[in-house]
């Protein structure tokens, strides 16, 4: 890979996340003061959405020096797929303001165990996952806006840099999410259409045979006889036919007056999308390989 492909690998892979959007639901938050410290199945929040910049929520100052290179704080999250809880409220309170009942804070910084925060603290409420009616989908960090993005709610505001979240109704999702009905014994589903007086249904010895009819094809109709008149330059064909010339396709009586034709479900749009969506964590792994 080009020094160029390595400086615009950030981009890219900000531009496929844009394109390709993980709808998994967060599981858990955490928070390093090293970003290489990141844990296990977590990943770091290192850059704001809207300027690109350094994503640290410290962002404490050190006289004429600037800021302290040593005191930084980034979010993490996860999307572990076997964990039984999932994120559904998130919120940012005053150092002194009583954390809300069902939900749980950060005190400490998972890789140093120092001070998570200095004024405003992060919490957010885990839930069942059967349990949860909304689920948090993504969060991100704007240091130059002054309000969310579209499709975001915003949180609130640490340090100066604002918390926002997007998040989706699960209970909507679980109720599309329906098993559509069984379907009839198989020996309904092929049918002898033979042209006879048998009214049981047969089923062929292979799930793989094709359904085909018994009797032979009638003789196809004979072409009208003309006498071609001759004209230098013209060229004729014969007249062709091919197996199915003649047969006659309709459907079956016994088919069409049969029950189990008018149980067929019926799918709308939404519900197609809901039960295959697809969230592309194949194709972000391979990238950021």
Not at 24 to 48: A, H
Request: include cysteine.
């Amino acid at each position: 890979m080009t020094m160029l492909e390595n400086n615009r690998k950030p981009e890219i892979n900000k531009m496929i996340n844009e394109i390709l959007p993980d709808n998994r639901p967060i599981t858990g938050f955490q928070v390093v003061e090293d970003l290489i410290k990141c844990p296990k199945d977590y990943q770091p929040i290192s850059r704001t959405h809207d300027s690109d910049s350094d994503a640290d929520l410290w962002r404490a100052s050190s006289g004429l020096f600037g800021r302290n290179a040593q005191s930084r704080r980034y979010l993490c999250i996860t999307k572990n797929n076997n964990a039984d809880y999932v994120v559904d409220k998130i919120g940012i309170i005053g150092e002194k303001d009583s954390l809300p009942d069902g939900f749980t804070q950060l005190t400490k910084t998972e890789d140093s165990k120092q001070k998570a925060w200095r004024k405003k603290q992060l919490c957010y409420r885990l839930v069942k996952f059967e349990n949860a009616k909304e689920v948090l989908t993504d969060v991100i960090l704007c240091s130059r806006s002054k309000r969310p993005p579209d499709g975001f709610t915003l949180a609130g505001e640490i340090n100066g840099v604002l918390v926002c979240y997007k998040s989706r109704d699960q209970q909507m999702k679980a109720d599309l999410q329906l098993k559509s009905p069984p379907l009839p014994p198989r020996t309904h589903h092929y049918l002898n259409l033979s042209n006879n007086n048998e009214q049981e249904p047969v089923s062929p010895t292979s799930d793989n045979q094709l359904l085909k009819p018994k009797r032979p094809a009638p003789i196809p109709p004979k072409p009208a006889a003309r006498t071609p008149s001759y004209h230098p330059g013209t060229t004729y064909t014969l007249s062709t036919y091919t197996s199915l010339d003649g047969v006659p396709f309709r459907l079956s009586n016994r088919i069409k007056d049969s029950p189990y034709n008018q149980s067929l479900p019926t799918f709308k749009e939404f519900k197609l999308t809901s039960e295959y969506d697809y969230n592309f964590t194949l194709e972000k792994q391979i990238v950021n390989v």
